[in-house]
C-alpha cells in the first residue's frame, strides 16, 4: 500500500515534468481570435512567436463567418480558395505543427483574406531555443514535443525529462523485483 502511494507521487512528479517539456499551445490572433474585426495583424501575431515542431495552433471564430484553409504559398499570396490542402470549420480548430516549414493559412470567407485574415506559420528545421512563453502559450498535454539538445533553457528541461524518465524505470523495475 506504502509502495503503491510512492508509484502514484512519482506517476505525478513525472507527468508534470513531461507537461513541460511539450510543444505549446498558440490560440491564433490571441484574445480576438481568427477574426476580421479587432485588425489583427496576423503576419506580426506570427513573427511574434518561434514555433516548433510539436506546437499546437487553436483557430476560435464564428465557424458561420469564417473558417480555415491550410493553402499553398502562392494561393496565400493570392488568396486563392480553389485549392486548399485543409479546411477546419468547426470554430475551434486545433492543428499540430507536426514538421518544420511553412503553414499558410486563410479564410475563404467573402474577403477576409483579401482583408488581412491570413497567417504564414514559419516552424524552424533547427530546434530553437524556446523564447520565454507569453500571452497565449500554455504547456500543452498530449505527445512529445522535440527533444533535441540545443544549448538553451528547453535543454535543461528536456535534461529533467530524461532523468524523469530514467528514475520513474529505476523505480518500477525495483519495484518489480522487490
Ligand atoms: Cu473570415
Not at 528545421?125 to 523564447?131: G, M
Not at 497565449?136 to 532523468?163: I, Q, R, W
Request: hydrophobic content about 40%.
Amino acid at each position: 500500500m506504502v509502495k503503491r502511494g510512492i508509484l502514484m507521487v512519482w506517476f505525478l512528479i513525472f507527468t508534470t515534468v513531461l507537461g513541460f517539456c511539450k510543444g505549446f499551445v498558440y490560440k491564433v490572433g490571441d484574445s480576438v481570435g481568427w477574426n476580421v474585426v479587432g485588425n489583427v495583424d496576423y503576419s506580426s501575431w506570427a513573427s511574434s512567436k518561434t514555433f516548433q515542431v510539436g506546437d499546437t495552433l487553436i483557430f476560435e471564430f464564428d465557424p458561420k463567418d469564417h473558417n480555415v484553409l491550410q493553402v499553398s504559398r502562392p494561393d496565400f499570396h493570392s488568396c486563392n480558395t480553389a485549392a486548399p490542402i485543409a479546411t477546419y470549420a468547426t470554430g475551434n480548430d486545433s492543428v499540430v505543427l507536426r514538421r518544420p516549414g511553412h503553414y499558410y493559412y486563410i479564410c475563404s470567407f467573402g474577403g477576409h483574406c483579401q482583408a488581412g485574415q491570413k497567417v504564414d506559420i514559419r516552424v524552424p528545421k533547427n530546434h530553437q531555443p524556446a523564447e520565454s512563453p507569453i500571452g497565449s502559450a500554455v504547456p500543452k498535454a498530449s505527445s512529445f514535443g522535440p527533444l533535441a539538445p540545443s544549448p538553451s533553457p528547453s535543454s535543461g528541461e528536456a535534461l529533467m525529462l530524461h532523468n524523469g524518465l530514467f528514475l520513474l524505470l529505476v523505480f518500477l523495475v525495483f519495484n518489480v523485483f522487490n
